[in-house]
């Protein structure tokens, strides 16, 4: 684990210079996002209370901004929505247990160090999730200033909901946003400018001098931010378990946008990072916030982003950013709760628009590769909605997983000239085989879906060749499930009732203490190795020729 390193002098200034900027960006984003969780203002602070402050104590990335996210409030609306059936007290429940729920999860994963599954929603699925959801989210935003009511989640069908109420629109509302949206432009090409917090300064400012409440211009109101735990929410038990299949998805999500944050910018800066210590930081920060009924919180990338090109040199600037929001909320509040809510839904647009990009889903094609998937992670949000959508896309990033964990083959290796080295002779033809010996490899890690296939393909190869030995290398393998070791033992016993000598290579050693353990590993016949695959192959032409 990555140790804390002291920040020196000059680090501390960038860092306190970032943490300055990146307030005024953040506080409006979080009371943005809460509106498109629907939930209370205060819900969003809470959550970037939470977020900057137990990831710059136990986070490992120098940049992520851990804090709400639009992809996850999102998610949280649809999911209470289809749950509380239009009860706002049961909606606030629910919310509470989803939030917890997925900081539970997020903990449970760090404590088991499940940090390695970085990968387990593919990029392009990913991608194509949060363009689809982008374009809804500006939609719904749209549609919320305007005063349009939508009926449908299908993006397809409000569409045409939103130009049949033309004549209806708030004018004022769309005059407010749009002028926002100009003034987020503006700000955006001088640096180190906070955006956000000035057009929300200048909202407050119009709002009052030119009485935008009497033009239909609504407020965003009370925030109320006094603490207090929460208690555990009485739900029926489907309740809870319809929370948990939400929260897993969810957590899926987050935590790919946020190791996806995490990861590129540690890439970039040659940083290292523990992704199972960052779970534990994203599982405190979600349990915090829902504890006191704040949202989901994540490492988004324009947050991230925002941080880095505001010269942060370490978490520090996370924790300065945090101090920055305490001293707003503290003296100025009452101000914040002025804000026009065509403001908020402006810094939203503008915040997503800015990753609205066809560039990143558009080399898939150019590759001609994932295709599909693209095209099918899109169409999910945007015709089923943004709750089915999600758990479309996760199902399909499982289902890529296992086919191809689960059509992984046998590969038969032969020795490359006089080296050492030992390749798959299907892709190389110049590699050669050891006479009297079958060495093969599985070409992916065995578990319960393949285990049994490719050792039953090894056995088909070993009766088809005059071989004395056959040596199995289990270096894509470094640790074993019961199926695969059922598989294992069942495979040791028929090797040896064909009358040959089996030598395992490249056995780790969480595997190696589980066969060492098995009766059929006892056999002379049976040899579980570490060597390598040359090492190995010695060890059984010694054996055959004593």
Same mark, same amino acid.
């Given at each position: 684990?990555?140790?804390?390193?002291? $920040?020196?002098?000059?680090?501390?200034?960038?860092?306190?210079?970032?943490?300055?900027?990146?307030?005024?960006?953040?506080?409006?984003?979080?009371?943005?996002?809460?509106?498109?969780?629907?939930?209370?203002?205060?819900?969003?602070?809470?959550?970037?209370?939470?977020?900057?402050?137990?990831?710059?104590?136990?986070?490992?990335?120098?940049?992520?901004?851990?804090?709400?996210?639009?992809?996850?409030?999102?998610?949280?609306?649809?999911?209470?929505?289809?749950?509380?059936?239009?009860?706002?007290?049961?909606?606030?429940?629910?919310?509470?247990?989803?939030?917890?729920?997925?900081?539970?999860?997020?903990?449970? &994963?760090?404590?088991?160090?499940?940090?390695?599954?970085?990968?387990?929603? *593919?990029?392009?699925?990913?991608?194509?999730?949060?363009?689809?959801?982008?374009?809804?989210?500006?939609?719904?935003?749209?549609?919320?200033?305007?005063?349009?009511?939508?009926?449908?989640?299908?993006?397809?069908?409000?569409?045409?909901?939103?130009?049949?109420?033309?004549?209806?629109?708030?004018?004022?509302?769309?005059?407010?946003?749009?002028?926002?949206?100009?003034?987020?432009?503006?700000? *955006?090409?001088?640096?180190?400018?906070?955006?956000?917090?000035?057009?929300?300064?200048?909202?407050?400012?119009?709002?009052?001098?030119?009485?935008?409440?009497?033009?239909?211009?609504?407020?965003?109101?009370?925030?109320?931010?006094?603490?207090?735990?929460?208690?555990?929410?009485?739900?029926?038990?489907?309740?809870?378990?319809?929370?948990?299949?939400?929260?897993?998805?969810?957590?899926?999500?987050?935590?790919?946008?946020?190791?996806?944050?995490?990861?590129?910018?540690?890439?970039?800066?040659?940083?290292?990072?523990?992704?199972?210590?960052?779970?534990?930081?994203?599982?405190?920060?979600?349990?915090?916030?829902?504890?006191?009924?704040?949202?989901?919180?994540?490492?988004?990338?324009?947050?991230?982003?925002?941080?880095?090109?505001?010269?942060?040199?370490?978490?520090?600037?996370?924790?300065?950013?945090?101090?920055?929001?305490?001293?707003?909320?503290?003296?100025?509040?009452?101000?914040?709760?002025?804000?026009?809510?065509?403001?908020?839904?402006?810094?939203?647009?503008?915040?997503?628009?800015?990753?609205?990009?066809?560039?990143?889903?558009?080399?898939?094609?150019?590759?001609?590769?994932?295709?599909?998937? $693209?095209?099918?992670?899109?169409?999910?949000?945007?015709?089923?909605?943004?709750?089915?959508?999600?758990?479309?896309?996760?199902?399909?990033?499982?289902?890529?997983?296992?086919?191809?964990?689960?059509?992984?083959?046998?590969?038969?290796?032969?020795?490359?000239?006089?080296?050492?080295?030992?390749?798959?002779?299907?892709?190389?033809?110049? *590699?050669?085989?050891?006479?009297?010996?079958?060495?093969?490899?599985?070409?992916?890690?065995?578990?319960? *879906?393949?285990?049994?296939?490719?050792?039953?393909? &090894?056995?088909?190869?070993?009766?088809?060749?005059? $071989?004395?030995?056959?040596?199995?290398?289990?270096?894509?393998?470094?640790?074993?499930?019961?199926?695969?070791?059922?598989?294992?033992?069942?495979?040791?016993?028929?090797?040896?009732?064909?009358?040959?000598?089996?030598?395992?290579?490249?056995?780790?050693?969480?595997?190696?203490?589980?066969?060492?353990?098995?009766?059929?590993?006892?056999?002379?016949?049976?040899?579980?190795?570490?060597?390598?695959?040359?090492?190995?192959?010695?060890?059984?032409?010694?054996?055959?020729?004593?």
């Amino acid at each position: 684990m990555k140790t804390a390193t002291v $920040v020196p002098p000059s680090n501390r200034t960038q860092d306190i210079l970032a943490g300055l900027s990146i307030a005024g960006l953040l506080l409006p984003e979080a009371v943005a996002y809460s509106s498109i969780a629907a939930l209370p203002p205060q819900a969003g602070v809470i959550a970037l209370f939470a977020g900057l402050v137990c990831y710059g104590l136990f986070g490992t990335s120098r940049f992520a901004i851990v804090s709400a996210t639009s992809s996850s409030a999102a998610v949280l609306a649809a999911a209470t929505a289809s749950l509380a059936g239009g009860d706002p007290a049961l909606r606030l429940s629910l919310a509470f247990g989803l939030v917890l729920i997925t900081g539970v999860l997020f903990l449970l &994963a760090g404590l088991f160090k499940l940090g390695g599954v970085t990968s387990f929603i *593919a990029k392009p699925v990913l991608r194509g999730f949060a363009f689809g959801l982008a374009l809804t989210i500006i939609l719904k935003q749209l549609a919320s200033v305007v005063g349009v009511h939508l009926t449908d989640n299908n993006l397809i069908r409000f569409l045409p909901q939103l130009v049949e109420q033309l004549p209806d629109w708030n004018w004022p509302a769309a005059m407010v946003a749009a002028a926002a949206l100009m003034l987020l432009w503006v700000c *955006a090409r001088v640096p180190r400018l906070p955006g956000g917090l000035l057009v929300v300064i200048l909202g407050i400012v119009a709002g009052q001098y030119l009485d935008l409440q009497a033009q239909g211009v609504a407020l965003i109101g009370l925030i109320d931010l006094r603490l207090a735990l929460g208690h555990l929410p009485a739900l029926p038990f489907g309740d809870w378990l319809r929370l948990g299949e939400l929260a897993f998805a969810l957590v899926m999500i987050l935590y790919a946008e946020s190791y996806g944050s995490i990861s590129s910018f540690a890439l970039k800066h040659g940083d290292r990072v523990s992704s199972n210590r960052d779970l534990l930081a994203l599982g405190a920060a979600n349990l915090i916030s829902a504890l006191f009924h704040g949202m989901p919180a994540g490492a988004g990338y324009s947050a991230t982003s925002a941080n880095e090109a505001a010269g942060a040199g370490s978490r520090l600037a996370g924790i300065v950013a945090a101090l920055v929001v305490l001293v707003i909320v503290l003296t100025v509040l009452p101000y914040v709760a002025l804000t026009p809510e065509p403001v908020l839904a402006a810094i939203v647009i503008y915040a997503l628009g800015r990753g609205l990009s066809l560039q990143p889903l558009g080399r898939y094609f150019l590759w001609r590769r994932d295709r599909l998937l $693209v095209i099918c992670a899109v169409a999910a949000v945007l015709v089923l909605g943004v709750l089915d959508g999600l758990l479309v896309s996760v199902a399909i990033s499982v289902m890529l997983m296992l086919r191809q964990m689960s059509s992984a083959d046998i590969q038969v290796l032969g020795r490359l000239a006089d080296s050492h080295d030992f390749v798959d002779r299907q892709h190389h033809p110049d *590699a050669v085989e050891v006479p009297g010996l079958l060495i093969v490899r599985p070409s992916e890690a065995l578990f319960f *879906a393949n285990a049994e296939r490719i050792l039953g393909a &090894a056995l088909r190869l070993m009766r088809h060749a005059q $071989v004395k030995a056959v040596v199995l290398s289990l270096e894509e393998s470094p640790d074993l499930d019961g199926t695969s070791v059922e598989a294992l033992a069942a495979f040791f016993a028929q090797v040896r009732g064909e009358g040959k000598r089996l030598v395992l290579a490249r056995v780790r050693h969480n595997a190696l203490d589980m066969l060492q353990a098995l009766p059929e590993a006892l056999a002379p016949q049976v040899l579980l190795s570490g060597l390598s695959v040359d090492g190995a192959v010695q060890l059984a032409l010694a054996k055959s020729q004593a």
